[in-house]
């Protein structure tokens, strides 16, 4: 039977723990919440991984977005370059033609100029040789002029390869140089 003097409760409680309800009860709570923190830091240490992981791929695709920008100015100032080139080669083909095309028009005029010069003066009157003399000292001022264009364009060569473009002149058999 039962005694009461509270031997029997000591019997009975033998193989349990020593402590009393309550503190049973707080370890546990302690145990559950130094699980329920562990696990709280666990997560903390997840979140920030994950958040430096997203960090890094937004500054990488910053980095990657700046780099096609910058090779986009690159491309676009080449282009320029390229185009700035073309434009000036271009504009000295244009000056070498017309360059090539007044030396054209000087050695036509010389052509024209020369038959002028080897004209026959023996059927001449007093006016017709008087306008040929006048042409020809006219022609001879232009070879100079040309002689000039000409040495800066071919370096002091004479283009029509007659030497100084001096005249016989028919009536009274001098030569006449140029």
């Known amino acids: ?23 049973k009860l707080r370890k546990k709570m302690e145990g559950e919440a130094s699980s ?11 979140r920030e991984t ?6 890094e791929t937004k500054l990488l695709s910053i980095e990657k977005k700046k780099e096609v920008k910058l090779a986009q100015v690159d491309a676009r100032r080449e282009e320029a370059k390229r185009k700035a080139e073309e434009r000036g080669r271009k504009a000295d083909l244009e000056k070498s033609m017309i360059k090539v095309k007044e030396a054209k028009a000087w050695k036509e005029l010389m052509v024209k100029e020369k038959e002028h010069m080897m004209m026959s ?9 008087m306008w040929w003399k006048d042409y020809k000292e006219d022609i001879t ?22 030497g100084d473009g001096g005249v016989e002149d028919s009536t009274t058999g001098a030569y006449e140089g140029a």
């Open 1 to 23: 039977m039962l005694r009461m003097d509270g031997s029997d409760e000591e019997e009975r409680n033998l193989c349990k723990p020593e402590g009393t309800k309550k503190d």
């Open 36 to 46: 329920i923190r562990e696990k709280m830091e666990h997560m903390m240490k997840s």
């Open 50 to 55: 994950l958040t430096m992981k997203i960090l």
């Open 121 to 129: 003066k023996k059927d001449m009157d007093e006016d017709q040789l």
């Open 141 to 162: 001022e232009r070879k100079r002029i040309f002689r000039g264009v000409s040495s800066t364009l071919r370096g002091d060569t004479l283009m029509s390869g007659s």
